[in-house]
């Protein structure tokens, strides 16, 4: 599907694999709406998409808060008058080991992790279903994929179980329309999610994926003819 000036909303689109995606759709002509909590990161963001040639602008917004969601979407439509695309991948990294010493993060995963992109895609879905198209593309994980040893981040396997659910029913009630959902689960890779989370080994484990591999995906995923949807898409590293 062709990408030139179709509006791409992009939680937690200020660093890391949202950042990527951001500059890679920009540079196939998309119109890319920054949302994320970090104003300097957007800001930075916004600059470098600019400095390509490509058209973006910034919304500070933390998906966990309703009102704040409200105010983007409203914001995003008032500068580019629609919404095409919808990219859930704002989220936070959690494990057990780190909630000894912080169980409040067992919230904020739920919080940022399911509830930020079901507050942002309801806020969104009339739209969509108005106009009978759009693409709501979801962010979860590996971790909510059957198979995957989840044993020791629980509270974040929940927080990405709870997306993949919520992900499938809206699946079942969108299917007699034109609007796409898709679910994506990507491995771990190497992005600012276990930096900010303070990990010692955030870019030092084995089993992590390259970013720009998991943008390339993405990207793909995006590009595909128009009678094509990837509709659920699993990764492992290899």
Same mark, same amino acid.
């Given at each position: 599907?062709?990408?030139?000036?179709?509006?791409?909303?992009?939680?937690?689109?200020?660093?890391?694999?949202?950042?990527?995606?951001?500059?890679?759709?920009?540079?196939?002509?998309?119109?890319?709406?920054?949302?994320? %909590?970090?104003?300097?990161?957007?800001?930075?963001?916004?600059?470098?998409?600019?400095?390509?040639?490509?058209?973006?602008?910034?919304?500070?917004?933390?998906?966990?808060?309703?009102?704040?969601?409200?105010?983007?979407?409203?914001?995003?439509? %008032?500068?580019?008058?629609?919404?095409?695309?919808?990219?859930?991948?704002?989220?936070?990294?959690?494990? @057990?080991?780190?909630?000894?010493?912080?169980?409040?993060? %067992?919230?904020?995963?739920?919080?940022?992790?399911?509830?930020?992109?079901?507050?942002?895609?309801? /806020?969104?879905?009339?739209?969509?279903?108005?106009?009978?198209?759009?693409?709501?593309?979801?962010?979860?994980?590996?971790?909510?994929?059957?198979?995957?040893?989840?044993?020791?981040?629980?509270?974040?396997?929940?927080?990405?179980?709870?997306?993949?659910?919520?992900?499938?029913?809206?699946? @079942?009630?969108?299917?007699?329309?034109?609007?796409?959902?898709?679910?994506?689960?990507?491995?771990?890779?190497?992005?600012?999610?276990?930096?900010?989370?303070?990990?010692?080994?955030?870019?030092?484990?084995?089993?992590?994926?390259?970013?720009?591999?998991?943008?390339?995906?993405?990207?793909?995923?995006?590009? %595909?003819?128009?009678?094509?949807?990837? /509709?659920?898409?699993?990764?492992?590293?290899?």
């Amino acid at each position: 599907m062709g990408l030139t000036n179709k509006v791409v909303l992009i939680t937690g689109s200020g660093s890391g694999l949202g950042k990527l995606v951001a500059f890679k759709l920009s540079k196939l002509g998309a119109k890319i709406a920054l949302v994320s %909590r970090t104003e300097s990161e957007l800001r930075e963001t916004k600059e470098e998409i600019q400095k390509s040639g490509g058209n973006a602008e910034y919304f500070i917004c933390d998906v966990s808060k309703g009102k704040e969601v409200v105010k983007t979407v409203r914001d995003v439509l %008032r500068k580019f008058e629609r919404i095409d695309i919808l990219v859930n991948n704002a989220g936070i990294w959690t494990m @057990d080991e780190m909630e000894k010493e912080n169980p409040e993060l %067992r919230m904020k995963a739920l919080e940022i992790n399911t509830l930020g992109p079901i507050q942002m895609t309801e /806020e969104i879905l009339p739209l969509f279903k108005k106009n009978n198209l759009g693409w709501i593309f979801n962010v979860t994980s590996s971790a909510a994929d059957v198979g995957s040893d989840i044993s020791f981040y629980k509270a974040y396997s929940a927080s990405k179980w709870g997306l993949a659910g919520y992900t499938k029913a809206l699946k @079942d009630d969108l299917k007699n329309t034109k609007i796409r959902v898709t679910h994506f689960m990507p491995c771990g890779f190497d992005s600012m999610l276990y930096e900010k989370a303070k990990r010692k080994d955030a870019h030092s484990q084995p089993w992590m994926a390259k970013t720009e591999d998991i943008a390339d995906i993405v990207v793909f995923m995006l590009t %595909r003819p128009e009678s094509v949807l990837m /509709e659920q898409v699993s990764l492992r590293k290899y």
